[in-house]
């Protein structure tokens, strides 16, 4: 009995020069949670002016002083660093995932890192919760043996190259 080569499973360990099905899958998967954090910022954005007025209104509220301090300049501020900081979180994930695509185990184990840790921060409606499975999904089709495998086999011919 002879096998179709063009079956495909995603169970079986390909060669360490292609990227099983599973890998691909959750690479897309963890660049939608990117996109999703994209369209976070965004939404973040547009209410700084709604932000710097409940500043206020808590200010006045509560009777209490600025002391000369500028809340517009300060709400400003943590909102210009959010989406900095923002930013840069996202490029760094992109480079994370595109590395693990390429057979990077650290970046496969950095990017469960951040999703565990993304856990903590589901708030924010249904966008956030959907970033969060869908870096939850991603995490775990890297860790199913047919993608560890696949780690493993890219891992050893590195190995082999080096030893060349």
Excluded: C, H
Aim: no cysteine; hydrophobic share 55%.
């Amino acid at each position: 009995m002879t096998s179709n080569p063009y079956q495909s499973n995603p169970y079986q360990s390909p060669a360490a020069g292609a990227a099983p099905r599973l890998v691909t899958i959750a690479f897309w998967l963890y660049l939608v949670t990117a996109l999703i954090r994209v369209i976070s910022i965004i939404v973040s954005a547009t209410q700084l002016p709604a932000a710097k007025q409940a500043a206020k209104d808590a200010i006045a509220q509560t009777g209490g002083s600025t002391n000369g301090i500028n809340v517009d300049a300060v709400v400003q501020a943590s909102f210009v660093s959010g989406i900095v900081v923002g930013v840069l979180f996202i490029i760094a994930f992109v480079v994370f995932d595109l590395l693990m695509r390429r057979g990077a185990n650290w970046a496969r184990i950095v990017l469960l890192i951040i999703t565990i840790l993304g856990l903590t921060g589901v708030v924010g409606g249904i966008v956030a919760v959907l970033g969060v499975l869908a870096s939850i999904v991603a995490a775990v089709l890297t860790f199913l043996p047919a993608s560890s495998a696949w780690f493993r086999a890219v891992k050893e011919q590195k190995l082999a190259a080096k030893q060349r």
